[in-house]
């Protein structure tokens, strides 16, 4: 069997099920942001994110130090996902020969500068030779009380389902970059367009990890029912929610929130605007579901967003269309391990 045919997902179900832990420590294991270990009544939460090039990252228009912020701030992003704080990472590296000492001095100056913002402690790693250029692996911890470590798996029936921020801007952000990039093929002097669209380039260069929602939610007394982080695509993520709390759901397109640089890429393109904010992906808004009585307090939170309720499992997953046609959701996100397409 080709890997492609499971999938990222597939394979690490395939690869884990069964696996048992012999450890008391040991809360949550493989299937969530972050695994749980529980220590006192404090849990640890441990992530890891490995970025290859060529296959996460393209040097030609990716600046060192963006990606080397870019890359704290998706393992960051995973622990506020868990509503937890990220605390430390350990960084490793496989450096190809093209790269110098200067190279990889921009590459953590990137990783330095968000772990100063976020608070977050560089405390180990590794390094060694490459054979295929960078490749960048990030492992964080943070930490959360025991009683408020949010899972993918405990969503319940008429649950709201709530996002932050806006959708489809980081995807959009990568069109431009290869769009640019085509153009600017055996050009000397090329300028790239980025004019009025300085937003998208943000998006997908230097993305945010959501601590303010974070905070937010805190202040206002909410505990999310079921959390992740939006990095393979709205409806990649939302089916997970929905598999593990064994649920159903209703989004409605006319509340997907959308930036308006995002809308005028799309036109440009030619893509369809809802497809780019359902599948586009990178864009690491937390999306996250709370009791219906939370209703009041979540239209009251900043950068917040309700896109729909959480239905009985019979139901299925689906969107609500603006002239109120119901098309189901499909994880059509991005899969790093799909067979890549045959071009002509």
Known sequence: MEISELGEFGLIDRLTKGLQTVNSSTIKSVGD?????????????????????????????????????????????????????????????????????EHIE????????????????????????????????????????????VRRSGAKDTDLICVSGDLGAAYMGLQLLEREKTASAGQRDFVPQFQGKEYLVERQLKPEARRDIIEELDKAGIVPTAMMDISDGLSSELLHICK????????????????????IMAEEIGMNLITAALNGGEDYELLFTVPLHCHEKIEKLPGVKLIGHITKPSLGCAMITRDGTEIPLRAQGWNPLAKPEKEG
């Open 33 to 101: 942001d972050c695994a749980i270990l529980r220590n006192h009544e404090t849990d640890i939460l441990v992530t890891t994110d490995l970025l290859l090039e060529g296959v996460h990252f393209d040097l030609t228009y990716v600046p060192l130090k963006h990606l080397g912020y870019k890359s704290a701030i998706v393992n960051f992003s995973d622990v506020y996902a868990m509503n937890g704080r990220p605390k430390q990472i350990t960084v490793s590296l496989g450096i190809s020969k093209r790269f110098t000492v």
């Open 106 to 149: 921009e590459l953590f100056a990137g990783i330095r500068l968000a772990c100063e913002i976020y608070g977050v402690d560089l405390v180990g790693g590794d390094t060694t030779s490459s054979r295929q250029g960078l490749v960048i692996s990030i492992t964080c911890i943070g930490e959360a009380p025991a009683d408020k470590v």
């Open 244 to 263: 593990q709390s064994d649920a159903g759901c209703r989004i409605y397109e006319d509340r997907i929130p959308i930036d308006y640089q995002t809308a």
